[in-house]
């Protein structure tokens, strides 16, 4: 099973910036992580990250034939993006979406996702291991059901 | 580590009702699922169910010396019972929300929760999946940061 | 054909308080006209009242093999208690609203019904006779079509 | 007892267009059926039909001399025509509104009735059989207290 | 000056409804006030009512070379009818919204006009005395500036 | 009969300023108008002017023993002093609303008095003539029914 | 193929008041150009005019054995005539809204319609050629899918 | 005079949690508080708690006939159970909304009360005080006027 | 102990004006009940009243040197004066909000505060016995945490 | 004349995903015929499409030397992208949105339109006929008036 | 050029209370930091504070022959003061708003302001440097454009 | 001291459209006054303009080696772009707004910003000498406190 993990906007700037919400770890840091997961649960996992709108959304339009699920971490984008939301019911890929901290517990704008009702279920809360616990769903979605 | 799984109302009919939205599994078979996972993941897991408002209060209160982590699906709860997201609070104990279905890409009223802005994190979509997820989410929460 | 009648929070004190709202009739009396009215229709009656929607929503859990129509007051629980909502849908059993007063003429807040989107159909206004009518539109759910 | 049956617009289509939501009647068979059942229960009822707003008002404002109880479907009026409610407000008859669909499990917009406020009660839901249901709750209205 | 009263749904029955929200006066008896008053201060005055929108909306597109000045009291298409309000705009006619009673102390659906945005001023709550007031001020818009 | 009229905030400003929207009267000239008119219908007016909420306020407490009727123009406070419609209320003497321009076709915020609910009535967008107008309607009001 | 077009409330007015919105030509020379445009295309068309609510939805109800679209402009009755969009619904016809002006640039109320949800499609801003471009429109519907 | 005091949902876990916002007394020393108080009132003071919806709202059934008012601190069912504030109504007793802390400074959804409406007053803010304070304004509600 | 009483605008009518609302007490009588409640209870007691905003937040700016709590009355400045509130923060003093009546239960512009944010606690609905209750929750507040 | 058409967001996926919705032409099939019509029609006109924000507003930035009109499908931009207004706005160019869906009869947040109010007018749910229709509009637009 | 600085509700306290938001200087210092770079900037700037609405408005209609732009920081009355807009517009003066702190990243009512859509510009943020600020801006209103 | 001034979308079209809203200097103008002020104020200030959403906030990545204080014109993406306002949390660099127009005298949409909470300050409506304040504030910001 091959995932595809997006990383959104200012997720590249991970553990050296407000790592009292975010935590310590790295982009990088956290991309082994899921590399080193991926590989226990013999997934494919790729990463990428983007802080473009329309970067996200041409990366999602050549995911078919290269994964079998996408995890998307949309960062702001999760709350007024229906572009990038259009692109995942567009391309037809079992989404699963993303967040590091529990975005129920933050600013009232950060309750709302307008990418949630295009994906097959959401994880967040978890900091990086949010998207470890993606990568299990992942497999459930792809042969679970 | 031990983690104590609450299953909110109605969620005693699963498996024998709208299977199309909620699965075909029975609660009774999630719970020995729950156990099977727990037992590997060395959890000391214990579920129950229960319909009111008052006795998931009553249980989330007598919870601390048995449990050092909730999962909770609070079903239709989810959407207005500040009473138990109180008692979350007030218990002090880590808690995570899950939910069978996507609770995003339903009727709009499900897609507000009273009970998330307490919890350390939520999973929701993956079936009974979703608590499978969560209990390895729960080893994290108990030991992770 | 047989109905089961669940008189929701507060009703057990129809006929002793706030006549002016829901009439003199106590709800022994209206459960005694409910007797004769199905007597005359041929339908077996079943009449209950709880004050705690978790009793109300294990109530609606067994209802199945013992009745083959709903009909429901859920008093104030109409207004927000998703959780009924979800048992009658779970349960699958046609069911019927009924209401005494005319919930549209009065507070702003029973102008919402969480319920109604999850039965047949509704009837409001009639004071205990609602139930009555209520029962003749319970044959025309099970049999009419 | 005297009752005036209204039907509002587009009623007039009933059974050639979208029986799937409104059954397949014709009104000139619902006109027949209420007054079977109308012969049955000893009322004189006289059944009308209008498309336009200010004749349903007009036929209102001459009801009091004809009629004893008002039932009326005011069809998509219900949502929005005062000028309907003041005119039932005006005559000072008992009204019942009825409608032939569940209208609190349709669209958002269907759900508000400005007409509920002035009637004394409401049936909806039960196809013809509203209508049916109404002359025995005339009954009760013009008798009962 | 001339002067065109149009009255609205509803108004044909005054003086034998609700005296106690619209007086004791009937429609004729304030047409006859109108017209002793318009007399008094040269106005050629008509008073014309209707119940239907859409006759309201052709009496005003015929108006321009009958009159110089629309006195009107909408009803309760004061609240809802755009329509009303296009055909005051489309002829150009300065107009006076007129009603018997105090909108704002009424119920909040009473409280929005969207007729007064097209009209040059209202006078309410007087009673019949509001007509006859307005047939002043038609004369200060006709004349005034 | 003798009449108050309490003019608000920056009427005092009238005729030296935005003439396009309030006309090119002075407020002292508007006040000879109004003496002028009162004398003709034999009422007893008096003017006053006050720029603070709390200074009209006290106009009105001490008004119920020199006047019958209140006329006022509450300025931008009509649209949030509830202050000083509990003064109105307080004192017990019927009000009259007056405003130069007509508020409902200016900004949206324009369009709520929270004064109108306590008023008898109200007269906007005839200009200066609006208070001649309620010099009128205060005769009707102290003494028409 | 047969084309009904149906134009609403105060259309009949076009040409003779607020050309700056609606432009100078009249409705007549309107229905030449649509005449016109209809015989180049082959299409059989129609035009009917009316102020009234429930003439609009009779006209509808006729329209099955007469026309294979409907095209309709229906005026102030697009931002809140949820009758008149039952009537569409209920012929099943396929329907396209046209507006002469660009309803999205105008005041608030305009943006909103509640016809076009059970259009096929709509047209608005470009003058009397909104209707031209419907007819065109209308081929397509009729014969494209 | 006899009180009823009703404590709401979790409130039996004060003093071991939270005491930054609830204070460090546990419930059994309120309890003691408010019975040493109630003594030196002449007051006949019972204490109950109850988590459980339903439960609040049986207790309150059975108060008349053994207080003369109740004092009820609701807990997070302030804020959406109308059936406790329907029992409240049905019952008639005189009651006093109680809260330990300042509910209008915390969260947002803490700032409305359905139950404030069918009570004679409340008192908020003052830690365990407010019971005590409660206490005499029971007096007053039950004696003074 | 020393309170500073500070009554809003309009408490000055207090007793000659609508007592069915407000209690038959006048603002003297009162104030000698809080200054005979203060004398029991050792508190020095000082009362004033205005109706203006600005003095009262010039009264509220010279409080500290001679009060150690604030006890105030905003009247119809409750809903809106956030000019008041800021003075109160400013200041530092601890501030209790009292009302004559149940602000809950009356129109809706009255059940929110801007004042509640930054007061202690309030208590209200109990007439003038709302104050004597403050000034016992004042020692609970100035010496009890 | 010059036409620039502008594709949006996701519509370089057309014919390949979603063909319930969007039909099953691809883009380049739609650039075909969009090019067969505009020689047809004698207009110049250039397709492009661009995922990106971004991308879309430089676009528009260099139209005016090529263009005489736009002709934007904006994708799900056309829900919140202010910038795209403020570009077109800006560049002065007569703009024509287009959908190829009804956009009133889909999701709620797809029925409101930021762009529509810098357009000229607006065709919709044609599928790539409204394209063509855009075509003939813009030949009004450029010089019908 | 001639600036008159009005200081709002409360800006007495500065450098009193709450230092850490509104900073350490006094009023006083802010008004002898106004008057320095005044002079520098050849400035004539006067300054006044006022905590009442009724008297800001006052000194606003007596700026013009004094003063050729204005500086108003309205504290509190920034979110409702529609009266003190009125009085800007009224006198025509170009006005500049000032905040010491940014009013944007404090409670949500802070966010709006009344007086800003009449204002040329605002300054918000830099605490007492706001002002210094708008002085140059001043000069660029009165002399720039 | 160094500030990076970002100029958002459309910017880069300044002085050669609306200059009745934006004046008539292009961005070439604007930076030289920019670079002129700076050089007077010491300040290395740096220039750059983006109209996507993603470029900005990789501009803001790279601001913190090479700027000490960010200027930022958001432009449209002031109204929506939750991305960008992370972006400048997420580095932690001071930021200023600054818009050219006053945005609370326009369009409703204009008058909410998501960048604001997330600056210290802000400065709009006075042309370019925003920008030219902006420098000044900076130096505040980065050293007043």
Redesign the interface.
Known sequence: MRALVIH???L??LGT??PEIY?AQTLGEIDRAIAARASELAIEARTVQ??????I??QI?VAPPIADVLIINP???T?????I???I????LPA?EVHLS?I??REP?R????I????????????A??YL?AL??AL??AT??
Chains 1, 2, 3, 4, 5, 6, 7, 8, 9, 10, 11, 12 share one sequence.
């Open positions: 959104g906007p200012n590249n700037l910036r407000q935590g983007f802080n473009g709108e329309g970067e959304i041409a339009h960062g702001a984008y709350h007024y993006s229906h572009a939301a259009d692109a019911s567009a391309v037809g699963i529990n129920f517990s704008f309750r709302t996702s307008v949630a009702p295009v994906c097959v279920g959401s994880i967040a809360g978890f900091g291991d949010s616990l299990r769903a459930f979605v679970g059901k």
